[in-house]
DNA sequence: CGGCATCCTTAGGGATACTG
DNA sequence: CAGTATCCCTAAGGATGCCG
C-alpha cells in the first residue's frame, strides 16, 4: 500500500447530492459543531474536563491558557450547553464553585479520541493511551455500521438523503 | 437519566498521572492534532477533499472559503502530509493539477465522522447521513477496547501511561 | 485555470493589574 | 478563589486586483 489512498479516499455521494441537500455552509454539520468548538482552547478546557479539572484555577493552570481566555471559554462552553456549573462543599469548607461536562459535553469524547488516535498515529506517541477502565484493553475508535460491520476505509462510505425522520 | 454527566463524564487518571507523563501541553495528542488542524478553514478544505473536490477552484466554491485562504490551506496541507499535489490529464484535455488525500489525511475520516455524529446528535439533523456504502446501514462511530466491548460512556474510560513499545 | 500580492477588519489570546 | 478590565499583539480571513 502506497502513502497514497487517492481517490479511494472520498466518500461516495448518492445520487447527485447537491449543496443545498444539507452537505454544505451553514447547514453542513462538520461546519455547524466547529462554530461550536471554535477555537482550540475549547477545545482544551473541554479536554481538562474530561481529565478531572472542576474548579476555574485548575484549568487555568492544567490549559496553560490565560485567565481571560479560560473565562471567555468556560461562559461560552456553559451557554451553548456543554459545561454547567456546579457548587459543592466538602465539610467544613467553604462552598465551591465548579464546572462539569453535561451529557451533551460528555458525548464529545468520541471525537477526541479520534483526534488523540489520529495524532498517535500520525503525529508519534505520546506517552499514554486510553483504555477500557476495569478491562485495561487499549481503546480504538471504530466505524460501524449498523448492520454490524466495522468500515476501514473513507472509501467504503457514503453520503446520502437522510430518511425522513430518522435520527 | 438527567441532562448533567457530572462527575461521571471524567475518565480515570492511572495511579497519580502528572503533566510530564506526557498527556499536556506540547506533549499532548490532542494539542499536537490541532496544531496541524489549526483553524476552522483547514477542516472544511479536508471535508471537501473527502466529497470529492480535486482541483483549486473546487475547493474555493465549495467551501465558500476566499482564494487566498484556500491557497494558504492547501499549501500547509500538502505541507504537513495530508494532501498531495496531483496532475491528471482528461482524453483530450490539457493537464489538471489538483489535490488528493494522502493515507494520513484518510486517517482523519473517523474524526470528522464524529465530529458530525455529535452535530446530528445535538445541534440537530441536517439532513444527510453517512452509511456503509453497498451495505446501506448507517454508519456510528464506536468506542471499542481490544477486548471486543463497546465502551458507551466515558466514565468507563482510564488514561494510563503506555506501555514501552506499543503503538 | 490556479493561483499570489496587497490591504483591511475581526477574532484569538497573552500580560498585567485589579476586585468581590 | 474566581474571576474582570485594560492594553496590546498576532493570526485568520474577506475583498480586490494582478499574473503566468
Redesign the interface.
Known amino acids: 500500500?502506497?502513502?497514497?489512498?487517492?481517490?479511494d479516499?472520498?466518500?461516495?455521494?448518492e445520487g447527485r447530492?447537491e449543496?443545498r441537500?444539507?452537505?454544505?455552509?451553514e447547514?453542513?454539520?462538520?461546519?455547524?459543531?466547529?462554530?461550536?468548538?471554535?477555537t482550540?482552547s475549547a477545545?482544551?478546557v473541554i479536554?481538562e474536563?474530561?481529565?478531572?479539572a472542576e474548579r476555574f484555577d485548575e484549568f487555568v493552570a492544567?490549559t496553560?491558557l490565560s485567565e481571560p481566555v479560560v473565562a471567555a471559554r468556560l461562559r461560552e462552553l456553559v451557554a451553548d450547553?456543554l459545561l454547567?456549573r456546579?457548587s459543592y462543599r466538602e465539610p467544613g469548607q467553604r462552598a465551591r464553585q465548579g464546572y462539569?461536562?453535561?451529557?451533551?459535553?460528555?458525548?464529545?469524547?468520541?471525537?477526541?479520541?479520534?483526534?488523540?488516535?489520529?495524532?498517535?498515529?500520525?503525529?508519534g506517541?505520546?506517552?499514554?493511551?486510553?483504555?477500557?477502565?476495569?478491562?485495561?484493553?487499549?481503546?480504538?475508535?471504530?466505524?460501524?455500521?449498523?448492520?454490524g460491520?466495522t468500515?476501514a476505509?473513507?472509501?467504503?462510505?457514503?453520503?446520502?438523503?437522510?430518511p425522513r425522520g430518522?435520527?
Chains 1, 2 share one sequence.
Open positions: 500500500m502506497s502513502d497514497t489512498a487517492a481517490s479516499a472520498k466518500i461516495h455521494l447530492l449543496p441537500d444539507g452537505w454544505r455552509a447547514t453542513c454539520t462538520i461546519a455547524r459543531t466547529l462554530d461550536v468548538l471554535r482550540k477545545m482544551l479536554r474536563a474530561f481529565y478531572g492544567r496553560e450547553g454547567e456546579t462539569a461536562l453535561t451529557a451533551m459535553g460528555a458525548d464529545l469524547f468520541p471525537a477526541l479520541a479520534a483526534l488523540m488516535q489520529w495524532g498517535e498515529r500520525w503525529l506517541p505520546s506517552g499514554v493511551r486510553l483504555e477500557h477502565h476495569g478491562c485495561g484493553a487499549p481503546l480504538t475508535v471504530e466505524l460501524r455500521c449498523e448492520a460491520h468500515v476505509s473513507s472509501g467504503d462510505i457514503g453520503l446520502a438523503r437522510a430518522s435520527r
